[in-house]
């Protein structure tokens, strides 16, 4: 079993950053694509940004391309999503999600298999 806790949401104003974490426990997901999604209320959940085993492929919604960055710690076996210049849209709960099943770049919520508690993120304008 796998658990994921997400840590580092919080109120920010439009233009500022924010540092989001997901620290795994339960097992190593050295091996595993790992990914970030978010949902704003009543809406779907979408897509951010995924990150291979390696980290070596990145992939990024259009929505935050240029804004946000995904980067992961195998040896900490964390994942991590900086968010900087950040707008009222970007407001939402954010998911940190593991897949035990792909080790590439996963943008579809089918392919995730473990997913965080959420942290959520206020941009105030």
């Known amino acids: 079993q796998v658990q994921l806790v997400e840590s580092g949401g919080g109120l920010v104003q439009a233009g500022g950053s924010l540092r989001l974490s997901c620290a795994a426990s339960?097992?190593?997901?050295?091996?595993?694509?790992m990914g970030w999604f978010r949902q704003a209320p009543g809406k779907e959940r979408e897509f951010v940004a995924a990150?291979?085993?390696?980290?070596?492929?990145?992939y990024y919604a259009d929505s935050v391309k240029g804004r946000f960055t995904i980067s992961r710690d195998n040896a900490k076996n964390t994942v991590y999503l900086q968010m900087n210049s950040l707008k009222p849209e970007d407001t939402a709960v954010y998911y940190c999600?593991?897949?035990?099943?792909?080790?590439?770049?996963?943008?579809?919520?089918?392919?995730?298999?473990?997913w965080g508690q959420g942290t959520q993120v206020t941009v105030s304008s």
């Open positions: 990150i291979s085993w390696s980290g070596r492929d990145i």
């Open positions: 999600a593991a897949s035990t099943t792909y080790s590439d770049i996963r943008y579809n919520v089918k392919d995730y298999d473990y």
């Open positions: 339960g097992r190593t997901l050295s091996n595993s694509a």
